[in-house]
């Protein structure tokens, strides 16, 4: 059974850098999928920050690009989140989860079929 | 960018059936897929590539895309169903979201 983990300081600084790992047990990385991250206001939707592929090539949600990194350590079977120069606007519950990406003759198909149970993060000094 | 709208709220009683709306410009030329998200759970993924159910999702959940709307149908809709659902598809490498339905 696939299962994912987040972690992470609970508490973050504004202006400072939020960083997450996610670790997979289950499943090797290496073995294929995309792997992403999620995060959901308090009382509000989802929004995908990106995603990543062992490989290390990854797609990012343009309205976070320019803050966002997201990396993967196939050695320990886990990928990060970085979010850069944080403000309250960036609190929210962030979810990593496994991201299958791949194309039949209409299109890509994607979805996420495994999550992990989600950690809050707070921005505030 | 690309939008994806859900109606805030949809009401349906134990046993009839509930259907609730995705709706994006050309988005029966994308596959979309569902999720269900009860209060303090992660997100389900209850329907994928349109219609495909995941192992372990009751076949009361049934899904349908054409045009510019994707459509999730809970037939026989249960108790356990009450959650917020939202629908998903990707656009030119960018995943998108839709904007959420509770389901009362």
């Known amino acids: 059974q696939v299962q994912l983990q987040e972690s992470g300081p609970g508490l973050v600084k504004p202006s400072e850098t939020l960083s997450l790992t996610c670790a997979v047990s289950?499943?090797?990385?290496?073995?294929?999928?995309?792997w992403g991250w999620i995060r959901q206001p308090p009382g509000k939707g989802l929004e995908w920050i990106g995603s990543?592929?062992?490989?290390?090539?990854?797609y990012y949600n343009p309205s976070l690009k320019s803050r966002v990194t997201i990396s993967v350590d196939t050695s320990k079977n886990q990928f990060s989140l970085k979010l850069s120069s944080v403000t309250a606007a960036d609190t929210a519950v962030y979810y990593c989860?496994?991201?299958?990406?791949?194309?039949?003759?209409?299109?890509?198909?994607?979805?996420?079929?495994?999550w992990g149970q989600g950690t809050l993060v707070t921005v505030s000094s | 960018s690309y939008e994806l709208t859900q109606p805030p709220s949809v009401s349906v009683s134990p046993g009839q059936t509930a259907s609730i709306t995705c709706s994006g410009d050309?988005?029966?030329?994308?596959?979309a897929c569902w999720y269900q998200q009860k209060p303090g759970q992660s997100p389900v993924l209850v329907i994928y590539?349109?219609?495909k159910r995941p192992s372990g999702i009751p076949e009361r959940f049934s899904g349908s895309n054409s045009g510019n709307t994707a459509t999730l149908t809970i037939s026989g809709t249960q108790a356990m169903d009450e959650a917020d659902y939202y629908c998903?598809?990707?656009?030119?490498?960018?995943?998108?979201f839709g904007t959420g339905t509770k389901v009362t």
């Open positions: 990543i592929y062992h490989s290390g090539s990854t």
């Open positions: 050309k988005l029966g030329d994308k596959y």
């Open positions: 289950g499943y090797s990385i290496s073995s294929g999928y995309y």
């Open positions: 590539q349109d219609s």
């Open positions: 989860a496994r991201h299958p990406i791949y194309y039949d003759r209409r299109g890509e198909v994607d979805y996420f079929d495994y």
């Open positions: 998903q598809a990707w656009d030119s490498s960018i995943l998108v």
